[in-house]
């Protein structure tokens, strides 16, 4: 069982509420860490606490050893939730956060305390076969330049030796999380799903955002931004707004503050 000190190391918070309204658990893409939320927390309504979720092999994890499957990340971060105080959830997951970010919603609804949303970013439904091959196993080479073109990595950021020196573990450890994830049927989860997509991702259709409705009987929401894949980096005033929504919305159907 994890400890409250121990779950703080995988859920980071700016901001840690003793008793919290509401939780967003938000997940990063590959090889990112709780970092990319960082500007999020001030944004927040005051009795709304962030957990950003920080992976082992980045930042200030980056010398413990990487999980390389989908299932074990999800646990590792129920894990963390249930040692915290309890509180009604919202779960934001961004390309591969998308898939940890169902896994965990499933294993939540599973044990009787599902998410109150899941918002998604940048992944279609979990249940739609891969179209490309996996790319972990390739050379240094040939990895950035796949990352490069399914991703739009600047060529900028892929030819600083140093930087990615650093970040090439990772990014191969989360992205062999996603090319071996297969998706199990299972229960339909109770949750409304809010999709965000970039219109400049080809990787990502319309099609595949309204995937998601399989996999809930909350009902799905699409929204889309003329941005490429990494859009809560490049416009991440626009994610917050949409996650601002479907917070309010969670938090109108709650008891209000004491």
């Not at 893409?29 to 309504?45: C, E, I, Q, S």
């Not at 980045?58 to 509180?87: G, Y």
């Amino acid at each position: 069982m994890m400890h409250v000190a121990e779950s703080a190391h995988w859920l980071r918070a700016s901001r840690s509420l003793a008793a919290p309204r509401l939780r967003l658990v938000c997940c990063p893409y590959a090889g990112g860490g709780a970092t990319v939320f960082r500007k999020w927390p001030g944004k927040l309504p005051a009795d709304v606490e962030l957990r950003a979720v920080q992976l082992p092999a980045r930042q200030d994890r980056f010398h413990e050893k990487p999980l390389l499957r989908v299932a074990a990340i999800a646990e590792c971060i129920v894990a963390a939730l249930n040692a915290l105080p309890s509180s009604p959830a919202v779960l934001y997951g961004h390309s591969l956060g998308g898939l940890v970010a169902f896994e965990v919603a499933r294993r939540l609804h599973a044990a009787g305390v599902p998410p109150r949303a899941l918002i998604v970013g940048a992944r279609g439904g979990p249940q739609l076969a891969a179209r490309e091959p996996p790319s972990h196993t390739l050379s240094d080479a040939a990895f950035l330049e796949a990352l490069h073109r399914r991703y739009g990595t600047p060529w900028a950021v892929l030819r600083d030796a140093e930087l990615m020196s650093l970040v090439l573990p990772s990014l191969r450890a989360d992205l062999e999380a996603v090319e071996t994830y297969r998706y199990m049927p299972g229960p339909v989860l109770e949750m409304p799903i809010t999709v965000l997509r970039g219109m400049q991702d080809e990787r990502i259709t319309g099609e595949d955002a309204m995937a998601w409705q399989h996999v809930t009987g909350g009902g799905v929401t699409v929204d889309a931004i003329d941005a490429g894949h990494l859009f809560i980096d490049s416009h991440d005033d626009w994610v917050v707004e949409r996650v601002l929504q479907v917070i309010d919305g969670v938090l109108s159907t709650l008891p209000g503050p004491a």
